[in-house]
């Protein structure tokens, strides 16, 4: 998945809703695979640096498009 395609799916991220994402080839607990769960999760917009970043209005997440494997977006 490339960084824009990330974007988009993540959009709809505003605060009401929890993301997870799976992540592929990250050394873990189980092999090959590992996991983040941000609760309320805000999409941050494209910056200059073009990552893709979320926010639980606590932390920022900076997520590699590359390694996600699936993504789950809770309902409003």
Known sequence: MTPDQ?????????GER?????????????PGVSNLEVRKAILIPD????????????SVFIIDAERVAWIRIGLK
């Open 6 to 14: 990330l974007r988009t799916a993540l959009r709809e991220l505003n």
């Open 18 to 30: 929890d993301l997870a994402l799976v992540f592929a080839g990250v050394d873990s607990p189980v």
């Open 47 to 58: 910056e200059a640096d073009h990552l893709v970043k979320v926010t639980d209005g606590k």
